[in-house]
């Protein structure tokens, strides 16, 4: 008799997206808390609903000035439907990575939130316990460590400036729904690249070299992974990304095929970076920006323009993780205001060229603006 194929750690994916199943196949909840979530936009909408997590608006009245300041804004409340028993790394053996993101299951759906709605977000401590027997729940108040740090600019100039604005919480509604229809790996995935475009933007406005790091890594997360559900044949994607050396491998006078095979392998999931990012940007790029844009300093949104400014992105991407050197200044600014329409700009305002910081920098190195990418 077949004994029982065992779980490893990616099968169970995230926590937010197991305890969700285990909403599905259980009545009553364990416990439930509720957690703080800063944010510097603000929220209109009571509350939203979806599975085991309402989040409510919890916004001060009256606001808080400025309103764009960073505080609590809204309250998560989390039923907790996981039994701790079954989780499978509390007896590990192994080393096994597969599902980690570096944090817990508020910072997943903290992180799901910030990515949905576009805006900088993170959960902060627990406020209140709930308990069998317990309706109202138990206060508590945060410890000074559980409330994240986020350094607003000082001159109130903000890189992405669309993101303290106000936002509708049942704009996520939809979205939000969509993330228990994934299977566990897909929603790993879905948690690390998103895990990165929060820190991103929360970065932004300190440490903008840092923030384009972070925002190609989430991209290069899902082409990752985009890219092989759309070719799932390593061999394939060998022949598709490294052409030449395909050719190279299928020509030797030995068993070439076989040389291809042992190849694929050892690449997997290494193979053409720079493809995928490209192809995935341009498989999924939005729609071009509304009518109100800056009269100058446009991107143009054309494939063929969009494919060289991924590209130079990319190489800069590159040079900042292999060589040291950050992206450029000039793309690392708060977005001007264009004089003939007060439009913010998409790329910087760069003549022939600029000079920074013992560096220069010619018009077309310096193609867009942080908040465009992040668009």
């Known amino acids: 008799m077949n004994s ?29 808390v509720e957690i703080e979530l800063f944010s510097d936009a603000c929220f209109r909408s009571t509350e939203v609903e979806h599975g ?12 808080i000035e400025p309103r764009q300041s960073m505080h609590g804004r809204l309250i998560l409340r989390c039923e907790h439907y996981l039994d701790p028993n079954q989780d499978p790394t509390i007896h590990p053996r192994n080393t096994d990575t597969s599902r980690y993101h570096g944090g817990t299951l508020r910072d997943e759906i903290a992180a799901l939130y910030s990515l949905c709605m576009g805006v900088r977000l993170k959960a902060g401590g627990v406020v209140r316990e709930f308990s069998h027997g317990n309706e109202y729940g138990q206060p508590r108040i945060p410890r000074p460590d559980e409330t994240p740090i986020f350094f ?23 979205q939000m729904n969509l993330y228990i229809l994934l299977q566990p790996q897909q929603a790993s995935i879905l ?41 799932p044949d390593i061999k394939k994607q060998l022949e598709h990304l490294k052409p030449e050396l395909f050719r ?42 509304l009518p109100n844009r800056p009269v100058r300093w446009q991107v143009d949104w054309s494939q063929s323009s969009l494919e060289k400014v991924f590209n130079k992105i990319y190489s800069y991407r590159s040079k900042a993780l ?19 329409n007060q439009m913010l700009t998409e790329r910087p305002d760069v003549g022939l060229a600029e000079s920074s910081l013992g560096a220069s920098w010619k018009t077309e190195d310096v193609p867009i603006h942080l908040h465009t990418f992040e668009y």
């Not at 197991?18 to 599905?24: C, E, K, T, V």
């Not at 060589?323 to 450029?328: A, S, V």
């Open 322 to 340: 292999h060589g040291g050197t950050p992206f450029p200044k000039p793309m690392c600014r708060p977005p001007t205001r264009d004089y003939q």
């Open 4 to 32: 029982p194929k065992k779980k490893r750690f990616e099968d169970f994916g995230p926590y937010s997206h197991w305890n969700w199943q285990a909403q599905l196949e259980k009545g009553l909840p364990n416990s439930a």
């Open 248 to 289: 190279d491998l299928n020509d030797l006078e030995c068993d070439g095929s076989k040389a291809i095979e042992i190849v694929s392998q050892h690449l997997k999931g290494l193979l053409g970076a720079t493809n995928k990012f490209r192809q995935f940007l341009a498989r999924f790029r939005p729609q071009e920006p």
């Open 191 to 231: 948690i690390r690249s998103a895990r990165l475009y929060q820190d991103a933007v929360w970065l932004a406005e300190s440490d903008p070299e840092i923030s384009w790091l972070l925002l190609v890594s989430a991209i290069e997360v899902a082409a990752g992974h985009w890219y092989a559900e759309e070719n």
């Open 152 to 174: 607003p600019p000082h001159d109130r100039r903000y890189i992405l400036p669309f993101h303290p604005a106000e936002h509708k919480l049942e704009a996520m509604q939809e």
């Open 52 to 63: 085991p997590y309402l989040v409510m608006n919890a916004e001060p009245f009256p606001p």
